[in-house]
């Protein structure tokens, strides 16, 4: 409950205003302890006990109220998300084969968690990560180079002569989904522990809603890699023999796509006006690139196959203008050459 207080003035130089009895017992403040004070940038003043210590977060899902593994699986990976350092998985009666499967399996996916305990009605999974050592920024960065590497491995595969290494891209995007969802643990993290927020490179509630949307278009567009591998395995499954003309014509549509997702993963990771104008005009020239080899395929009747690589690839270019609006409101957080802001 909001409660009103003065602010007085004690000497010629300090202000104080005093801390409701009821809120410090409830924060377990006492005379002499020390308290940080920081201002943040929405102009609200934050205190933050000097020695308190983070107490431990945990859930218990009781299994016998979930009706199928696939939602126990998604509500694991929820309780992850948001930041529970313990997670615990009940049932009044014993856990089968399948459902105690189900959570060690998903436990493998959730970086930094590890089960602890095991029995026929109980399963406890601990996170042993410091969430520090994880800066938003590098992660993304990493989801970057992860899904730059499966664009290049389907980029080799396009003849299908070589697509031993489309095998790759899935374990690449298992790793893309374990990095994704450890995003936004530490983006949720931050927010609920705003104290910790700078460490791990957010700063402010608006760069983590940008943060967010930006991984998951990342994982999104690792998935739409992913559907492109298995689409040229199918083919070559199929025996399809592929044209020297629709090759090139798919390989010059992959590489400028490649060319526009790395151009804006780069704005968006240090906004900078040239960096943004690049991504615009490399996101243009792909969607040029899909309209002109699409008009192709139609005129010539043939290749119905090729169609569906690519709508696959003008979509990771649509997923690439998600970010490049992100990339300049962050340019416009800030005062630069290009425009001047200031707060009302």
């Not at 992959?254 to 943004?276: G, H, Q, W, Y």
Request: aromatic share 4%; charged share 30%; net charge neutral.
């Amino acid at each position: 409950m909001d409660e009103l207080r003065k602010i007085q003035q004690v000497g010629y130089s300090t202000l104080t205003v005093s801390i409701p009895k009821g809120l410090a017992d409830e924060l377990g403040l006492k005379q002499g302890d020390g308290v940080l004070i920081r201002g943040e940038a929405d102009g609200t003043i934050r205190l933050i006990p000097a020695a308190k210590s983070k107490k431990e977060s945990y859930a218990t899902i009781r299994a016998e109220y979930v009706g199928s593994n696939e939602l126990l699986s998604k509500l694991l990976v929820g309780c992850y998300a948001l930041g529970y350092d313990r997670i615990e998985v009940v049932s009044k009666g014993r856990l089968d084969g399948a459902r105690a499967s189900t959570v060690k399996e998903t436990m493998k996916r959730l970086r930094g968690m590890e089960m602890v305990e095991a029995s026929d009605n109980r399963m406890v999974a601990q996170s042993f990560m410091d969430p520090t050592k994880f800066p938003v920024d590098s992660l993304i960065k990493r989801l970057q180079i992860l899904v730059s590497k499966s664009l290049d491995d389907v980029i080799e595969a396009i003849d299908l002569r070589k697509t031993g290494t489309l095998n790759e891209v899935r374990r690449i995007q298992d790793e893309v989904d374990e990095l994704y969802w450890l995003v936004v643990r530490q983006l949720l993290v931050a927010l609920n522990r705003r104290e910790m927020a700078a460490e791990v490179g957010i700063e402010s509630p608006l760069h983590a809603s940008g943060d967010r949307v930006s991984a998951k278009t990342l994982d999104e567009i690792g998935r739409i890699i992913l559907d492109v591998a298995e689409e040229l395995v199918r083919l070559r499954g199929k025996g399809t023999k592929m044209d020297a003309r629709v090759t090139a014509s798919l390989a010059k549509l992959a590489s400028k796509a490649r060319s526009a997702f790395n151009a804006t993963v780069e704005s968006l990771l240090a906004p900078d006006i040239k960096m943004i104008e690049k991504s615009i005009s490399l996101v243009d020239e792909t969607f040029d690139i899909e309209r002109e080899v699409t008009r192709d395929l139609l005129e010539s009747g043939e290749y119905g196959y090729s169609r569906v690589l690519v709508s696959h690839f003008g979509q990771l270019a649509r997923y690439c203008n998600i970010m490049i609006e992100i990339a300049s409101h962050r340019l416009l957080r800030k005062t630069s050459k290009i425009a001047a802001v200031q707060s009302q």
